[in-house]
């Protein structure tokens, strides 16, 4: 069969392209691994590494705007997305699990942030509402896209005119993340994961270190 014919059989068939963060993904798959994860999601000393204060402010996010936390988990960011946008912002937070989803309504709620929605995506799409997001944040989480392009189609989608992808990743080396796990862990390097989203109708507009040698932030605006 010849490349033309089998393009024509996946889109007639609805079949997806192979996994590409099966590694990544694979503390995810039960309900044990999600609840190890949900403790270092939620370790408050992740704020010495991820800035989260510095990050809202650097990502450009202003008050009255509406941001997209893709990947939510245990709602981690939600605190600090909620204060920045204020009383006139909108935050919606998305994940692909109930699990992690209940935890972050439940944070959300304690927290009393009255500016949160929740949404719950898939693996291909975050189901966010099209056209309605200034900004859209992926914290730790692009690694984990199976289907980086239809993800970035979504996101895009979701973006308004002149909207922004913002990016937190991992490098990809030995020294990202305990016993080199970045090595099999972490799909795509800074340049490369560059070239990827901007393959997907984006174009880079900042860029920064985050944490040397460990983690960068990508800040990309939707052509």
């Known amino acids: 069969m010849n490349i033309r014919a089998l393009s024509a059989v996946v889109l007639m068939t609805g079949l997806l392209p192979a996994q590409v963060a099966q590694q990544a993904n694979s503390n995810y798959q039960t309900e044990q691994g999600r609840k190890n994860m949900a403790a270092a999601l939620g370790d408050p000393q992740r704020d010495e590494m991820q800035k ?18 893709v990947g939510t988990g245990v709602g981690y960011m939600l605190p ?68 980086p392009e239809k993800m970035l189609a979504a996101i895009h989608k979701s973006l308004k005119d002149g909207g922004k992808l913002v990016v937190v990743e991992y490098y990809k080396r030995p020294t990202a993340m ?23 109708h984006f174009h880079l507009v900042a860029e920064k270190e985050l944490s040397r040698d460990v983690q960068y932030m990508l800040v990309l605006e939707k052509n």
Do not use: W
Request: proline share 5%.
């Open 178 to 200: 305990p016993e080199g796990r970045a090595m099999t862990h972490i799909r795509l390097d800074l340049l490369d994961a560059i070239k990827e989203i901007e393959a997907n």
């Open 80 to 147: 600090f997305l909620s204060k920045r946008v204020g009383a006139d912002g909108r935050v919606v937070a998305e994940d692909i699990f109930d699990d992690f989803l209940a935890a972050a309504k439940q944070k959300a709620s304690e927290a009393d942030l009255r500016n949160v929605t929740f949404v719950k995506g898939t693996e291909t799409d975050p189901n966010l509402p099209q056209g309605q997001m200034d900004m859209v944040l992926a914290l730790d989480v692009y690694h984990h896209f199976d289907y």
């Open 52 to 69: 989260p204060g510095v990050l809202v402010r650097d990502m450009g996010l202003q008050p009255g705007m509406t941001v997209a936390d």
